[in-house]
């Protein structure tokens, strides 16, 4: 074995322990577990050094909620080529294995072995900076929906007293809708203050965008790669589903994927794009004068700034300078 050289590293993230699998040149595997944390972690990486990895060896981990970022961030900074993968990906293996099993060590050895399949995985890029401004915006999406729920339940409570005639003490439902807004507010000035230097510029630069807003979306597309404006425009769920079967043609509807807390924040963008900047706004209008319904042009013009986005961000194409 002390004659193999490591091909690939596949990782199976629970919440307090790893399973980890070494494929070795000969297509055979060793697997071993560790505790996820530190400690865990550090051991896990004293044993690729061990085994003298090489830096450049793929190490596969499938994304699990935020169980798996302890391990990915140590790997990172230990050097290592961390890919950080769809769980999709690693389901479609389990699919087309013989006997189909699920078991961690099993799993670790079909994430090792989609290290050696897949020379093409996303490289983990993520830090913990990036990751403190995404948990930030995804905490003020939620939020935002338990406020509107609370709200909404708080003001179905006022008109049952009306109807019903009744009294209810309602002190600790509108304090908790004030603290759930302070703690929104608290939250927005965490990412003002740590906007990505994107954001700042694009803020600086695009004239009826906030460099809060822009900073959320940035946050939300960290880590993916577009190969086309089109593609960003469907990670959003701002695409057009087609509905056709045969010679029927049925009302084309927005696909709706991904996150409805994305979505909101491209509705407000595009609100403030078509009242402060020019350019924006004439589209805007255009478009109201061609007679389409005002979420479609607020819509259309969230998708023409993401069309901006992967000019400015993917393709290198927009300069400020």
């Given at each position: 074995?002390?004659?193999?050289n ?78 950080v ?96 807004e302070?703690q929104?507010k ?21 004239r ?108 290198k ?5």
């Amino acid at each position: 074995m002390k004659s193999q050289n490591v091909s690939s590293i596949g990782i199976d993230v629970g919440k307090a322990s790893l399973s980890f699998a070494t494929m070795w040149e000969n297509q055979k595997a060793t697997v071993k577990s560790c505790t996820n944390d530190r400690q865990g972690i550090n051991a896990l990486i004293a044993t690729l050094r061990k085994n003298k990895t090489d830096l450049l060896v793929p190490c596969v981990i499938e994304a699990t909620g935020d169980y798996h970022l302890h391990c990915a961030l140590m790997l990172k900074e230990a050097g290592f080529n961390v890919n950080v993968i769809n769980p999709l990906i690693s389901k479609y293996y389990q699919r087309t294995s013989v006997r189909n099993c699920k078991d961690d060590s099993v799993d670790a050895v079909r994430l090792a072995r989609i290290g050696v399949l897949e020379p093409d995985l996303r490289i983990f890029t993520g830090t913990k900076q990036s990751f403190a401004l995404r948990k930030a915006v995804t905490s003020v999406g939620k939020l935002e929906r338990y406020q509107q729920q609370l709200k909404a339940h708080a003001k179905q409570l006022r008109e049952a007293e009306k109807m019903l005639g009744a009294k209810f003490d309602l002190v600790a439902l509108n304090k908790t809708i004030k603290s759930i807004e302070k703690q929104i507010k608290v939250f927005e000035n965490y990412i003002n203050e740590h906007a990505p230097t994107q954001a700042i510029e694009i803020a600086k630069n695009v004239r009826g965008v906030s460099r809060t807003g822009v900073a959320k979306i940035l946050a939300l597309l960290d880590g993916h790669e577009f190969e086309s404006k089109d593609k960003l425009v469907a990670f959003t769920g701002l695409d057009v589903a087609a509905r056709r079967s045969g010679s029927w043609r049925g009302k084309e509807k927005l696909s709706k994927r991904g996150s409805p807390h994305f979505r909101k924040i491209l509705f407000q963008l595009a609100w403030g794009l078509k009242q402060h900047n020019q350019e924006y706004k004439e589209y805007y209008n255009k478009l109201r004068e061609r007679g389409l319904h005002y979420f479609t042009c607020l819509i259309a013009t969230a998708r023409k700034f993401l069309r901006f986005l992967y000019a400015y961000l993917w393709k290198k194409s927009v300069s400020f300078s």
